[in-house]
């Protein structure tokens, strides 16, 4: 086994052109369909965040039925930010990730797109359903439970090709990105399929429903958005600065140390909770050594980087790319801090916990996936993004966006935290602490869809393959002064 960074030849290379040029038109359809399809889901999932935002300082916004109180359109914002986006965006980035690293075309492309389709109306009957008041109020799988099969069914019929894809590779190098990719593909269904059956077919008390969905809702993060996350920057970073991952064997054992605590994490969010003592002990024990694979990637990616961080005022892959590395760092920190009782104690019913998952669903896995869509949507079209500017605009109301949300999410979970531990102060007080740091919430999420808004129609753009006829010149955030920077290139025709 080797590094992350694919193999390109020094000169000439027709024959590795060719192949790529081949791969790339057999993942064209299913890697534009999710990205486009993604990209929709997450400009509705921006707007369900900021109308149940607003609603929480002014209840009365947009108050046209039951269907758009705040219980209903917050959870219908979460599963439409997470099965609408997350994993449409994780699959459609994956495939070509995986496609490029095993060397072989993708096979049956409109068998993916079908299976798409299949997602795609089992999230919108999920959405609707919540807003309709049929949700299980169960976190992150308040989908009605007809929409469970069909969910699993499509995912299995997608990642399924993935699975070809890494089998019928060409006898070498298996990568490291591939490692993360291959997991997120059986641990999904794992996931999804062991909760779902413990919750609907096997159902038990309630208060274990409450522990099996705040697993599931730790496992999803750990073990699929992290992997596909990872796996995409161990995959991008290499490519943009020229120069493989500083040590596949610190990667190889982030990888595993990963795989070995992400699933025993979770019970934490339950300290003091009806449960037996050990669990929420055995979850903050395993969130604590997450430090470990956070800190072999940290390590990898700074010296894989370094010499070459400021390529970032030209790439828009590596700006979007590094910011959620960086992101993925303040996810794990946060998550490490919540887990001791003396921190919990005051932090696990407030708006930090809102915080503390956009960290990692938007600081870091959404932001790595902006990163991939500026790299391989060129790939893939044969045309180049627009403009510059555009991008531009996108990366700073994003960061703008996700930075206020998370800040004042923090500072105002602990303002409420402290209201909240006084026993003989009215549950209100806690209420009013945390009023105006909710209108900061607000204004993130106005940020986030003005960016996303520019996003979808940039995509859209490059769906239709409307961008730049050039494969020579990249779409840079700022120009480059000389040709010193060829090798950060998104161009369609670089590797």
Same mark, same amino acid.
């Given at each position: 086994?080797?590094?992350?960074?694919?193999?390109?030849?020094?000169?000439?290379?027709?024959?590795?052109?060719?192949?790529?040029?081949?791969?790339?038109?057999?993942?064209?359809?299913?890697?534009?369909?999710?990205?486009?399809?993604?990209?929709?889901?997450?400009?509705?999932?921006?707007?369900?965040?900021?109308?149940?935002?607003?609603?929480?300082?002014?209840?009365?916004?947009?108050?046209?039925?039951?269907?758009?109180?705040?219980?209903?359109?917050?959870?219908?914002?979460?599963?439409?930010?997470?099965?609408?986006?997350?994993?449409?965006?994780?699959?459609?980035?994956?495939?070509?990730?995986?496609?490029?690293?095993?060397?072989?075309?993708?096979?049956?492309?409109?068998?993916?797109?079908?299976?798409?389709?299949?997602?795609?109306?089992?999230?919108?009957?999920?959405?609707?359903?919540?807003?309709?008041?049929?949700?299980?109020?169960?976190?992150?799988?308040?989908?009605?439970?007809?929409?469970?099969?069909?969910?699993?069914?499509?995912?299995?019929?997608?990642?399924?090709?993935?699975?070809?894809?890494?089998?019928?590779?060409?006898?070498?190098?298996?990568?490291?990105?591939?490692?993360?990719?291959?997991?997120?593909?059986?641990?999904?269904?794992?996931?999804?399929?062991?909760?779902?059956?413990?919750?609907?077919?096997?159902?038990?008390?309630?208060?274990?429903?409450?522990?099996?969905?705040?697993?599931?809702?730790?496992?999803?993060?750990?073990?699929?958005?992290?992997?596909?996350?990872?796996?995409?920057?161990?995959?991008?970073?290499?490519?943009?600065?020229?120069?493989?991952?500083?040590?596949?064997?610190?990667?190889?054992?982030?990888?595993?140390?990963?795989?070995?605590?992400?699933?025993?994490?979770?019970?934490?969010?339950?300290?003091?909770?009806?449960?037996?003592?050990?669990?929420?002990?055995?979850?903050?024990?395993?969130?604590?050594?997450?430090?470990?694979?956070?800190?072999?990637?940290?390590?990898?990616?700074?010296?894989?980087?370094?010499?070459?961080?400021?390529?970032?005022?030209?790439?828009?892959?590596?700006?979007?790319?590094?910011?959620?590395?960086?992101?993925? $760092? +303040?996810?794990? #920190?946060?998550?490490?801090? @919540?887990?001791?009782?003396?921190? !919990? =104690?005051?932090?696990?019913?407030?708006?930090?916990?809102?915080?503390?998952?956009?960290?990692?669903?938007?600081?870091?896995?959404?932001?790595?996936?902006?990163?991939?869509?500026?790299?391989?949507?060129?790939?893939?079209?044969?045309?180049?993004?627009?403009?510059?500017?555009?991008?531009?605009?996108?990366?700073?109301?994003?960061?703008?966006?996700?930075?206020?949300?998370?800040?004042?999410?923090?500072?105002?979970?602990?303002?409420?935290?402290?209201?909240?531990?006084?026993?003989?102060?009215?549950?209100?007080?806690?209420?009013?602490?945390?009023?105006?740091?909710?209108?900061?919430?607000?204004?993130?999420?106005?940020?986030?869809?003005?960016? $996303? +808004?520019?996003? #979808?129609?940039?995509?859209? @753009?490059?769906?239709?393959?409307? !961008? =730049?006829?050039?494969?020579?010149?990249?779409?840079?955030?700022?120009?480059?002064?000389?040709?010193?920077?060829?090798?950060?290139?998104?161009?369609?025709?670089?590797?």
């Amino acid at each position: 086994m080797s590094s992350a960074k694919s193999k390109q030849p020094a000169t000439g290379g027709n024959d590795e052109a060719q192949e790529r040029a081949l791969i790339d038109r057999s993942t064209r359809m299913p890697v534009l369909f999710f990205f486009t399809s993604s990209a929709v889901w997450l400009v509705i999932a921006a707007a369900l965040g900021l109308v149940s935002s607003i609603k929480l300082n002014v209840p009365d916004f947009m108050d046209w039925g039951a269907f758009l109180t705040y219980g209903r359109v917050y959870p219908a914002h979460m599963n439409a930010l997470i099965y609408g986006w997350g994993i449409q965006a994780g699959i459609g980035a994956g495939l070509w990730i995986m496609a490029r690293l095993c060397r072989v075309p993708l096979r049956n492309p409109v068998t993916l797109v079908v299976a798409g389709h299949f997602w795609n109306i089992g999230v919108t009957a999920g959405v609707l359903g919540i807003l309709c008041g049929k949700s299980t109020s169960i976190l992150w799988l308040e989908f009605p439970a007809f929409v469970w099969p069909i969910l699993l069914i499509s995912y299995a019929m997608i990642t399924l090709w993935m699975i070809v894809m890494f089998r019928a590779r060409r006898v070498g190098d298996v990568y490291i990105s591939q490692w993360y990719l291959l997991a997120a593909s059986f641990l999904f269904p794992w996931l999804y399929g062991t909760a779902n059956l413990l919750i609907h077919v096997f159902p038990g008390s309630g208060v274990m429903a409450a522990a099996i969905s705040s697993w599931f809702a730790s496992g999803m993060i750990y073990l699929w958005f992290v992997p596909v996350g990872l796996g995409t920057t161990y995959y991008l970073i290499p490519k943009i600065v020229g120069r493989p991952v500083y040590s596949y064997n610190l990667a190889k054992a982030g990888f595993w140390a990963l795989m070995i605590f992400g699933g025993w994490t979770g019970m934490q969010r339950f300290m003091g909770g009806p449960l037996p003592a050990w669990m929420p002990a055995m979850g903050s024990a395993a969130t604590i050594l997450i430090l470990l694979p956070m800190l072999a990637v940290e390590l990898n990616h700074h010296m894989t980087t370094k010499g070459n961080l400021g390529y970032i005022q030209y790439s828009p892959t590596l700006r979007f790319t590094v910011f959620g590395a960086w992101g993925f $760092n +303040l996810f794990i #920190l946060l998550s490490v801090a @919540l887990s001791f009782f003396s921190v !919990g =104690r005051y932090l696990q019913f407030t708006h930090a916990v809102t915080g503390l998952e956009m960290s990692a669903l938007y600081g870091f896995f959404t932001m790595v996936m902006f990163g991939a869509f500026y790299f391989i949507a060129p790939r893939v079209t044969g045309c180049e993004w627009l403009t510059g500017g555009m991008i531009r605009f996108h990366f700073w109301f994003s960061a703008y966006g996700i930075i206020t949300l998370v800040a004042f999410m923090i500072f105002g979970g602990m303002a409420q935290g402290t209201g909240i531990d006084r026993w003989d102060a009215a549950f209100e007080v806690s209420v009013a602490r945390g009023w105006g740091y909710l209108v900061a919430r607000s204004l993130g999420w106005g940020f986030i869809l003005l960016s $996303n +808004l520019m996003f #979808l129609f940039h995509t859209l @753009l490059m769906s239709v393959r409307l !961008g =730049r006829r050039s494969s020579t010149e990249p779409t840079l955030i700022s120009k480059l002064p000389d040709d010193a920077g060829a090798g950060i290139s998104t161009g369609a025709a670089k590797a």
